[in-house]
């Protein structure tokens, strides 16, 4: 299957039901991880063209943090960085794609690491349809429009982290990595 027939967020459409708090804490934590990693991942895969061990490295870590949003809205407790690629390769994706293992050998390109052919196009057709349909906006940070976004965002994220009754601050080992 390719990258613009995978069913992407299909759960939020299904009405996946979670504890407000819960799901408040599991989509910001996704959006962060999204727009702060994920964007730079795929900036780095398109500016990478020269340097194809980097974007093998690059397109293996975004894949990784994609299983980790996965299990955070699922509300699985995340799994160290070590195992996402293995799982995600052994259970494919639920919550953030339709998606099986060998959908994501395919849309990532692995056959490449062991010396087969490979394009990354299947992987930036894969993001744009995630930020598409993505339920909320997300801002752009690398971009100069991107930063003053990105401070609304936050504010309107600690707003509806107190009225879910959270602390915001749940989001301050996620700031302090990226």
Not at 15 to 39: K, S, Y
Not at 134 to 159: C, H, K, N, Y
Request: proline content about 5%; aromatic content about 8%; hydrophobic content about 50%.
């Amino acid at each position: 299957m390719n990258a613009a027939d995978i069913p992407v967020f299909p759960q939020v459409r299904a009405g996946h039901a979670r504890p407000v708090a819960g799901a408040v804490e599991a989509w910001i934590q996704a959006a962060w991880l999204m727009l702060a990693e994920g964007r730079s991942y795929i900036e780095d895969l398109e500016g990478g063209i020269d340097q194809p061990q980097m974007q093998s490295a690059v397109k293996l870590r975004l894949l990784e943090q994609l299983v980790d949003v996965d299990n955070r809205l699922a509300g699985r407790i995340p799994v160290a960085d070590a195992h996402c690629l293995a799982l995600g390769l052994e259970y494919g994706l639920q919550e953030v794609a339709q998606a099986t293992g060998t959908d994501l050998i395919e849309i990532f390109a692995l056959a490449e690491e062991f010396g087969g052919p490979g394009s990354h196009d299947e992987i930036f057709v894969f993001w744009e349809r995630l930020l598409e349909a993505f339920p909320g906006e997300l801002p752009d940070r690398l971009i100069a429009q991107g930063q003053r976004d990105m401070l609304v965002t936050l504010r309107s994220w600690a707003a509806l982290s107190r009225a879910a009754g959270l602390d915001i601050g749940f989001l301050t080992p996620f700031m302090k990595e990226a």
